[in-house]
């Protein structure tokens, strides 16, 4: 029997048919509208205390015609159950009649995503300005999302980064480059805020969007730069001088990224690969000596040969991800082609043989900073983790670009939101594992614990409200019946 021939090559998509035109056209609606429309004036359970002022202030940046129904999203996203996709959101929030209305208010917002983020970006810099001796930790990182048919615009092939053991090297979606906060909190660990984000259609898709929306083909390092230009000239307007840190993995680590990085005086730390080309300093200019100055030394350094000697190892003890950890590492100045000037390259063994270098562009960083912000650098990923199993990010079964980009977005910033609302509660109010003898109750609070508790707490809120005004026994019937849609 022949073997199979496995390739290592991109697939191709592979789609059905047109699927019948729904019996919910939008040109038969305006053509025919009906009187006994029912408008969606508030949601069914509002948002309440720093949830409600966060979103007040981003909705404030939309058309006021549109404006009310951004808040009206966020409660169908935060209280929404099973599926997440787009119409659960508008029913757990309680949209009536007037629901084609919030599909529109999706692409509108996914138009206008920076000006949304302004004011949740300034409330996490006026509640957790490091001062100006310290500094700002961001980490940038792509993820994609399953979304599989032939109309989803900007959805195609990508490389999968966790497949499963039925799962291939590539899925069907969309790619997402998402900009994050990094706050230490002081219980539970460095946690990632995400505010910004931007999606990364391929080169061959492209001529699609840009007969429509002119869109321009734009790499991930591109996608990348715009969200870190943004973010740090919104930083810098607001009044914000401190040191600002860029954490990224390696496949970041590029000529132009860094090139670009410099010029904005943003620190950049990351991992370098193995074979890395590394050259020592420079010598020194003599007084008089003519000619430009060399920017690369004459000695080429390998990175290989200097995690094998056994000469050179020092120990320091570090935090990484919430654990003190002892661990040799070997630290040096070098430069390479990628980058402006020196760098600081830090080698760090894990066991016998297994190693990883890492660099940081500002030659003072201390060893210890560079590993646990390194180290720091994974909570984007526990990010996307709770994005995609808590939120179900990516589900929502829209087809327009900017639909698409509304709803990963929107739930980022639920995510920030839940993330803020529960930063200062005590684990013990976030969580009971009384009914789970087998959780360890010391264990710190998932993000789906803090989201469950905001949801419990606005929900406690709403019928309490009502009992205490009327205790009438056909309204509180009503308000259970809708709860009770709710957890259905």
Partial sequence: MAKRNFSDGRKQPRHTKKSPPSQHDKRTRLRNPSCRRVRTQEAR????????????????????????RFSIILVGILIAKGRRTASSWFRAAGVKDDWDRFYDALGTIGRNLFPL???LIR???????????????????????????????????????????VDGDWLYGHNWVCLAMLLPHPLWGVIALPVLSALYVRQQDVNKLNSRYGWEFKTKHQLGLELVTRLVSLLRSIGCQTQIVLVVDGAYATAMFLKKLHGMNVTLVSRLRRNAVLFGLPPERRVGQRGRPRKYGSNKLSLVKRAASRQGWESITYVCRGIEVTRRYKSFLA???????????????????????????????????ILETVSARWAIEECFHDLKEVWRAGEQQVRSVWSNLACWQMNCWMYT????????????????????????????????????????????????????????????????????????
């Fill in 123 to 165: 409330n996490i810099v006026r509640k957790f300005d490091p001062g100006p001796e310290g500094h700002w930790t961001h980490a940038l990182d792509d993820s994609p999302t399953r979304r599989f048919g032939r109309h989803v615009e900007g959805a195609n092939v990508h490389r999968n980064p966790t497949p499963g053991p």
């Fill in 417 to 488: 939101m839940v993330e803020l609302e529960s930063w200062d509660v005590l684990g013990a109010d976030l969580t009971d594992r009384s009914d789970r003898p087998w959780d360890n109750p010391d264990r710190r609070p998932s993000h789906a614990d803090r989201r469950r508790a905001v949801c419990s707490k606005m929900l406690r809120e709403r019928f309490s409200t009502v009992l205490a005004s009327d205790a009438n026994h056909e309204k509180l019937k009503r308000l259970f019946d809708e709860f009770l849609a709710i957890a259905a």
């Fill in 117 to 119: 983020a302004i004011p």
């Fill in 45 to 68: 359970c509002p948002l309440l205390g720093g949830l409600a002022d966060l979103a007040k202030s981003m909705q404030s940046m939309l058309d006021s015609r549109t404006a009310f």
């Fill in 335 to 369: 430069t390479t082609t990628i980058a402006q000037g020196a760098i600081r390259v830090v080698i760090v063994e894990f066991g016998v043989g297994q190693w990883a270098a890492y660099f940081s562009t500002d030659t003072d960083t201390e060893v210890k900073k």
